[in-house]
């Protein structure tokens, strides 16, 4: 019996060793990460656009068109020819095995989209990580500082979405062919749990700032500073606990922005809401903010238009934030706007709608993503009833035409 406790103990021992040992040669590679924060850039001015389109308008189509049972989390970017190339995941089912990234364009004069097509798969992924990967996920697409395409995907290896970790390839010809992928070292712990939604900020210096969050052990949100190299070189902590995830990000100046996050936790149910002054080295504590959601997907996008009814008296940008408008369903995807950094939000105008008397999870609408294009226009893609990416673009004088509305009913929150 002696013997046997005896064995026992030199097993939990060598157990402890080694797992003291992985962590010192993990920490060892990304230990940088977690030491004083390198001196922030200011955040990158995006070029001013003019709507070239004065008549309001707004007209949806579907980005899909059913190549997979079920589709999920659109990104988009603006090609150099002005079309849209857009990207989402699909397969027979969220975190099925056959679960691919798509790709589809839309070509911008004959305002139409192409046929969409599988681009990476759970076998590119292992062939490029030298990893078993068991399925993929969220899509999030940027420009590099060289102006190549820099597409960020979800891989899992073990386990669910807890378990998670990061991968990037490149295009260098506008989306025709991409390069291997290459696993982002985000995490000091096996690299694991990091997960991607909300869109790509760009600093003076050409680092690129992504916005992550983690459910390992908690929910909260991260700011990852990557360099020309697709390397992370820092990471800040925005948020800490067990409520908050998926972070978008508001750059208002050159040294100013708000960030906004998914909420899962106790009533009221709120977008969470923070702000940096210093081009997010730093930020504030998360609070609740007056607008509702479900617990669902968020983005946001600053309107770069010169013109001057989207601005308001002291010159702040116009903010335009796409969520579901309800505490507990997503059975809307609404608009609302802000004029005082993000102090208070209009809701201007519900582009889908569907409130039923008994809810149907499969007929909701959620993670949207939005875009601003060169000619002023703005597009908006979403999941729709899990089955579509829908696309809605409007340009901004159908957007101040809702804000009219809104002023002239006192709609605020």
Do not use: C
């Not at 995006?46 to 079920?70: G, I, K, V």
């Not at 691919?100 to 681009?119: D, F, P, R, V």
């Not at 703005?378 to 035409?401: C, P």
């Amino acid at each position: 019996m002696t013997y046997f406790k005896i064995h026992i103990k030199k097993k939990e021992m060598l157990l402890a060793i080694g797992l003291i040992s992985l962590f010192i040669m993990t920490w060892s590679v990304v230990s940088p990460l977690f030491q004083q924060h390198l001196p922030n850039q200011f955040f990158s001015a995006a070029r001013l656009t003019n709507s070239t389109e004065t008549t309001p308008f707004l007209s949806t189509q579907f980005a899909s068109h059913e190549s997979t049972p079920e589709v999920h989390s659109a990104t988009a970017l603006e090609l150099d020819n002005n079309n849209i190339m857009a990207f989402w995941y699909g397969g027979t089912r969220e975190g099925h095995k056959d679960v691919t990234i798509y790709q589809n364009i839309w070509n911008n004069k004959a305002k139409k989209w192409g046929q969409e097509k599988s681009i990476l798969s759970r076998t590119f992924t292992r062939d490029g990580t030298a990893r078993y990967i068991r399925k993929l996920g969220n899509p999030v697409v940027t420009r590099g500082p060289d102006r190549s395409i820099w597409l960020f995907y979800v891989s899992v290896s073990v386990g669910g979405w807890a378990g998670s970790a990061i991968n990037l390839t490149r295009s260098y010809d506008e989306g025709q062919s991409w390069s291997a992928p290459k696993r982002l070292i985000t995490s000091p712990f096996l690299n694991l749990s990091t997960l991607i939604k909300g869109t790509p900020i760009h600093y003076t210096d050409g680092t690129i700032g992504l916005p992550v969050y983690h459910e390992l052990m908690g929910k909260f949100g991260e700011l990852l500073k990557l360099n020309k190299a697709g390397d992370v070189i820092d990471k800040i902590r925005l948020s800490w606990g067990k409520t908050s995830l998926q972070p978008i990000l508001f750059p208002t100046s050159a040294d100013n922005a708000i960030a906004m996050m998914r909420y899962q936790g106790k009533a009221p149910n709120r977008i969470l809401m923070q702000s940096s002054s210093d081009a997010g080295l730093n930020w504030t504590a998360v609070e609740k903010s007056t607008l509702p959601n479900p617990g669902a997907g968020i983005i946001g996008l600053v309107l770069n238009n010169t013109d001057h009814h989207l601005h308001s008296k002291n010159h702040n940008p116009l903010l335009l934030l796409a969520f579901n408008n309800d505490t507990e369903e997503r059975e809307d995807m609404s608009l609302a706007t802000s004029v005082d950094n993000g102090s208070s939000w209009q809701v201007v105008h519900a582009i889908e709608e569907n409130r039923l008397e008994v809810p149907d999870k499969d007929q909701q609408f959620a993670y949207p993503w939005l875009l601003q294009t060169q000619n002023g226009n703005i597009h908006l893609l979403y999941t729709w009833h899990k089955s579509h990416i829908k696309h809605s673009v409007f340009n901004t004088a159908w957007l101040s035409s809702k804000l009219s509305d809104t002023q002239q009913t006192g709609d605020s929150k």
